[in-house]
């Protein structure tokens, strides 16, 4: 029979249990002494050394703030302008940044995007100083103005072309509220020569009514130019006339008829008759997506003539039938090198 172990010898003894050998651990071996009580029942607390903390890389940076886009950059400031009534409107009632941020997008678009528009000539537009753009006219619905005008815009680096338009134009309300904000004023003579004389770009597209409302069988040929006022505008201000040519326009509205009651209603120079208007209404009214091309021309000088050159009517008329024999070869020339209506 074996001896009661004494509670001393269990750190110093094994037993074998089931054959096995079964290793003792004592309750107070090294490492596992308690911590001296200290007077007043008080425990000393061992010493703890903390491990050093470490900064997560870039905590220490703030992050980064997001940056605004362009075209939220612009939008913002364009409403804070809007808002406070910091922006400015010129004397024919011009508003530049409301142009810019409202209604170039949309037509650019249109430009871009619908009619794919291609440009030739682009170096004979000035970067600075006047000029007289004078330009072919069709369409139904005069959008190769304003093409021509996005044109302009985009290939000088944002000079805007402030174009001559007709009485009827500035009649209707909302149209005239567009033309006046985006640049256009009344086609008389006083009002181009200043322009021209502040160093504006001034379009006209003298055949008027007569080449948008001309029947799609006469497409592509020039109706007359009129008396060349035009003309004597450019030699007063002393500027140099760009004859611009535009391809394409004549197709996006093919004018088979016009109903002339209703135009007389509605105090129109013509109501037009498509193969899609008026029959299928507002769908009728889209524009056929036709490939556009449009060419500036040469630059005629006019500042080699002199102050009385103004009142000689033979050189005034041998001017502009220069510049309208110019627009008719172009396009001739750009007609026979097209081979589709709609891819150019």
């Known amino acids: ?143 190769d103005s304003l093409m021509t005008a996005v044109a302009v815009h985009d290939e000088t680096g944002g000079r805007h072309l402030r174009g001559l338009g007709a009485d009827l134009v500035f009649q209707v309300p909302l149209v005239g509220s567009f033309a006046r904000k985006s640049g256009q004023t009344l086609a008389c003579t006083a009002d181009a020569e200043r322009l021209l004389r502040g160093g504006e770009l001034v379009g006209v597209w003298p055949e008027g009514f007569k080449g948008i409302g001309k029947p799609f069988s006469s497409r592509y040929k020039l109706q007359r130019f009129g008396r060349g006022g035009f003309v004597q505008a450019a030699l007063r201000a002393g500027v140099p006339i760009i004859p611009v040519s535009v391809i394409g326009a004549e197709e996006i509205y093919p004018k088979l008829g016009d109903i002339k009651v209703l135009a007389r209603m509605l105090g129109l120079p013509y109501f037009p008759v498509t193969p899609l208007f008026p029959m299928f209404g507002l769908l009728g009214a889209i524009p056929l997506p036709t490939k556009w091309s449009i060419e500036f021309g040469t630059p005629i000088a006019t500042d080699s003539y002199g102050p009385e050159a103004v009142e000689d009517p033979m050189l005034v008329f041998q001017l502009t039938d220069q510049v309208r024999e110019s627009i008719q070869q172009t396009l001739y020339q750009r007609l026979s090198q097209r081979k589709s209506i709609f891819r150019g």
Not at 27 to 42: A, D
Not at 44 to 67: K, L, N
């Open 1 to 143: 029979m074996s001896r009661p172990h004494d509670w001393d010898d269990l750190g110093s003894e094994a037993e074998t249990v089931g054959g096995a050998e079964a290793q003792v651990i004592p309750l107070h071996g090294p490492g596992r002494e308690k911590p001296e009580v200290q007077p007043g029942g008080r425990r000393e607390e061992s010493t703890r050394v903390d491990a050093p903390v470490v900064a997560f890389p870039g905590a220490d940076r703030p992050a980064p703030e997001e940056p605004l886009s362009d075209a939220a950059r612009s939008a913002l400031g364009f409403i804070r302008d809007r808002l406070t009534g910091d922006y400015t409107v010129d004397e024919f009632g011009f508003d530049a940044e409301l142009t810019d941020a409202v209604f170039l997008p949309p037509l650019r678009a249109l430009y871009k995007k619908w009619f794919r528009v291609d440009t030739h000539g682009v170096e004979n537009l000035p970067l600075d100083g006047g000029a007289l753009l004078v330009s072919n006219h069709s369409g139904t619905i005069p959008l």
